[in-house]
């Protein structure tokens, strides 16, 4: 039987797991149905967006039965183990890396609106896209190449990367590239998009296209920053399981 600890630990896997699928269904639901958000770059939205829901339906209630009913865990060399852990660090890093450029576009759309369109297209949005299962494909394989390793984790309930001494160059990679490195770039060009934005905030600003230039009320950014400022806080509750 389970103890308590293990209970509160259940309890508090679900409640994020109910956070992570709500609020970004609450997030598609929003760039859905307000056009402006829309863009031809929507496609990096709808890709954190799909990782986080994925997260929260499949590797997180898989948690709460290890805690449950499987506290003993599995063979860290089983199939089961090590499918389960490649899963979580592919959407971890689809997730973190889609939202970096996500952010990313955002930052050029803001501060480089005269040439955003000519900047940011949807072309460049499939590559940058590609490049980044890409990436989450091959970082979580290693492990599996020998590269690193896969094993059960007591504490969390789940298979998830080793940080043992032993496999110091993969936990380097995994941590400062995929996760620090991403996590301060988001966090320096949304600092730099609070300024410009409380700026703008009262004259708003002009965008062009290839036929002409228009004006955008600063509340237009306000919206669609807050919407992905909170995306960010609710796509970081995995960095902590």
Known sequence: MPDSLEIVYAALMVVSSLF????????????????ELRTET???????????LALGLSIIPFGVHNSLFRTQGYPSDGPLCQGSAFLYLLLQLASIHSLTWATIDKFTEICFALSYSTICTSRRTRVVLVLVW????????????????YSYSSTRF???PSFQPDYRGFSLLFIVVGIIAPILIMCSMYAYIV????????RGTFVCNDQHCFYVPANNYFRSSLVMVATVGESHWYLTL
């Not at 990096?44 to 799909?50: A, E, H, K, P, Q």
């Not at 300024?195 to 009262?202: A, F, H, N, P």
Request: aromatic share 10%; proline share 2%; net charge positive.
């Open 20 to 35: 992570s699928v709500c609020g970004n269904v609450v997030l598609l639901l929003v760039v859905l149905l307000n056009k």
């Open 42 to 52: 929507w496609a990096l939205t709808l890709s954190f967006c799909l990782s986080d």
């Open 134 to 149: 890409l990436y989450g494909l091959i970082n979580a394989a290693l492990p599996l190449l020998g590269f690193g390793r």
């Open 158 to 160: 789940l298979c998830a």
């Open 195 to 202: 300024y410009i934005v409380r700026k703008q905030v009262r």
